[in-house]
C-alpha cells in the first residue's frame, strides 16, 4: 500500500486542510477548569518536549464503526494516522476535530498483501474498507477532490483492526467498562442515513458524490476471513477472571 504523494506537502494537508474544528465532542468530562500554573505547564511542555510519534501523523479520516455483534451501535469516528511503511498504517481515534475531543481508541490498518498472512482466526477481528471507500462514507477532510481519489485508490484494499477504549455514544462523562472489537459497514442500508446527512452538513460534502466521484476506483475481492461478522462469527471482548495465562500471551 503506498500513501505516498508525489507532489510535497499533500500530506500535511491531510491534516492541516478545511474541515478541522467543526466536530464537537460528545462527551462532556466532570473536572475542574485548568489552572494558570497547568495551563503553563502544558505551554512549556509544548515547546520543549518531543513529540515525534505525534508529528508523524500526517492523514485524517473521518467515517464510521459500529459495535462487532450490534449494528445499532453506530458512531462517527475521525481518525489520525501514521504510515508506518507501505503496508502498515497505525491511528488514534477521536470523537470530534476539535481541542476538546477525546480519544475513542485505535485502528490499525494493513494491506492485502499483510492480511493475506495472518492465521484464520485472527482474521475474524478485521474489516474490509472496500464498501467504506466506494460508498463515499470513508472521507479525507479537507484533502482535495485529487488527492482524496488517490488516497481511497489505496485505502479501498486495506484491512482494519479496530478497538474503541471509550464508548462516547453511551458513556458520556468518562471511559467506562472495557474495550470493544468494532466493525465498519459493507452493504449500502446498514449506517443510519442520519449519521452521514449530518456529518455532511458539517464537512460541507456530499457523500453521494463522493460515491459518484469514485465509481472507477475497481472493488477487490474482500479476502476469506474478514467481515466475519457476516457469517455469524462475532468476536468480542469481555472482563474474566480466569487467572490461567492467556495462551500465547504469557510472559
Not at 489552572?35 to 492523514?59: F, H
Not at 494493513?110 to 474489516?127: D, G, I, M, Y
Not at 478497538?163 to 465498519?184: A, E
Amino acid at each position: 500500500m503506498n500513501v505516498k504523494w508525489t507532489v510535497s506537502g499533500l500530506l500535511a494537508l491531510l491534516l492541516t486542510g478545511c474541515g478541522g474544528k467543526n466536530t464537537s465532542s460528545n462527551v462532556e468530562s466532570p473536572g475542574g477548569e485548568k489552572t494558570t500554573k497547568t495551563e503553563v505547564l502544558e505551554t512549556g511542555a509544548d515547546v520543549i518536549q518531543n513529540k515525534a510519534p505525534l508529528q508523524a501523523m500526517s492523514m485524517y479520516l473521518d467515517g464510521f464503526h459500529f459495535y462487532n455483534g450490534d449494528m445499532k451501535g453506530q458512531m462517527e469516528a475521525h481518525h489520525y494516522c501514521t504510515q508506518l511503511n507501505e503496508d502498515v498504517v497505525q491511528c488514534v481515534i477521536f470523537d470530534g476535530n476539535g481541542k476538546d475531543a477525546k480519544v475513542m481508541g485505535v485502528e490499525y490498518i494493513v494491506s492485502e498483501k499483510l492480511f493475506k498472512t495472518l492465521p484464520a482466526e485472527e482474521r475474524k477481528f478485521w474489516h474490509s474498507h472496500v464498501h467504506e471507500v466506494k460508498s463515499g462514507t470513508l472521507i479525507a477532510p479537507g484533502l482535495p477532490q485529487v488527492a482524496e481519489h488517490e488516497l481511497m485508490e489505496k485505502l479501498v484494499s486495506t484491512y482494519g483492526k479496530t478497538y474503541h477504549t471509550w464508548h462516547t455514544d453511551r458513556d458520556l462523562k468518562l471511559p467506562l467498562g472495557h474495550p470493544m472489537i468494532m466493525m465498519g459497514f459493507t452493504k449500502d442500508g446498514q449506517l443510519a442515513d442520519s449519521l452521514v446527512a449530518q456529518r455532511d452538513q458539517r464537512f460541507n460534502i456530499s457523500t453521494a458524490e463522493k460515491r459518484q466521484n469514485r465509481a472507477d476506483i475497481p472493488s477487490p475481492a474482500v479476502q476469506p476471513g474478514a467481515n466475519a461478522w457476516e457469517q455469524g462469527e462475532v468476536r468480542q471482548l469481555k472482563v474474566s477472571d480466569d487467572k490461567q495465562p492467556i495462551p500465547g500471551h504469557s510472559h
